[in-house]
């Protein structure tokens, strides 16, 4: 029973324009969410956190919103950049881990941003 | 000047055969971790350890034994390779066993075939 669900494999989006990547949860008991981005042949690499407590993180380009009482978070990503392009993961952590670290990845979506 | 380093790249071998991938961190990191993508790519927790103690121990076959020399350190055996053991399996370390603000930093993964 997977708990997080990214359930568009792939999104392709024209320069400039806005990237948004959609993540759902089925464990109200989530403490933490992550994104992480993946490059192909490399280790995924840290984007983006968002604490439970809060709807909204933002970071430069990047921004997640997370909506508790739909089991939802997004990352928007404006202004989209080829170099965006990548394997972006959503991750969450249960709670009761902050002592071990443990997260609950998605399948992953496939973003491709088109010059 | 990599942070994450695993060892091998790629490994392809018969099934029933016995292996081990290595993983070091030079980030000064207390926690490592193993996971495996499988082939519907979602990315798994399987061991963790935190200062050489493990943490983490999901539902994984006994074949898979995990070896923490020093925290700088985190090795993988597998014995009796089977089919299923296919996967590309990535190692991570984080300062400590938190989530949020200590997100996971990972290897570029070791590639394991079975013939």
């Known amino acids: 029973d997977q708990q997080v669900k990214q359930n568009s494999p792939s999104l392709s989006v024209q320069e400039g324009r806005i990237s948004i990547l959609n993540c759902d949860y089925t464990n109200s008991m989530f403490d933490y969410f992550l994104w992480y981005k993946k490059y192909p042949a490399e280790g995924p690499t840290f984007l983006i956190s968002i604490s439970s407590i809060k709807d909204k993180n933002e970071d430069g380009r990047f921004t997640v919103f997370l909506n508790k009482s739909a089991k939802h978070l997004s990352l928007h990503i404006v202004p989209s950049q080829p170099g965006d392009s990548a394997v972006y993961f959503c991750a969450a952590s249960p709670y009761g881990s902050s002592n071990t670290g443990k997260l609950i990845f998605g399948q992953g979506t496939t973003l491709q941003v088109k010059p | 000047d990599t942070a994450v380093s695993q060892t091998p790249k790629y490994l392809v071998t018969q099934m029933g055969n016995d292996k081990s991938i290595k993983c070091e961190q030079n980030l000064g990191h207390d926690t490592m971790y193993w996971y495996k993508q499988d082939s519907k790519k979602f990315l798994k927790i399987m061991f963790s350890y935190n200062n050489k103690e493990l943490i983490i121990n999901e539902t994984v076959p006994n074949r898979f034994s995990p070896k923490s020399p020093d925290k700088a350190h985190l090795n993988l055996h597998i014995n009796s390779l089977e089919l299923g053991d296919s996967a590309v399996y990535f190692c991570?370390?984080?300062?400590?066993?938190?989530?949020?603000?200590?997100?996971?930093?990972f290897g570029d993964g070791t590639r394991l075939s079975i013939l």
């Open positions: 991570a370390s984080s300062p400590g066993p938190g989530t949020g603000n200590q997100p996971q930093h």
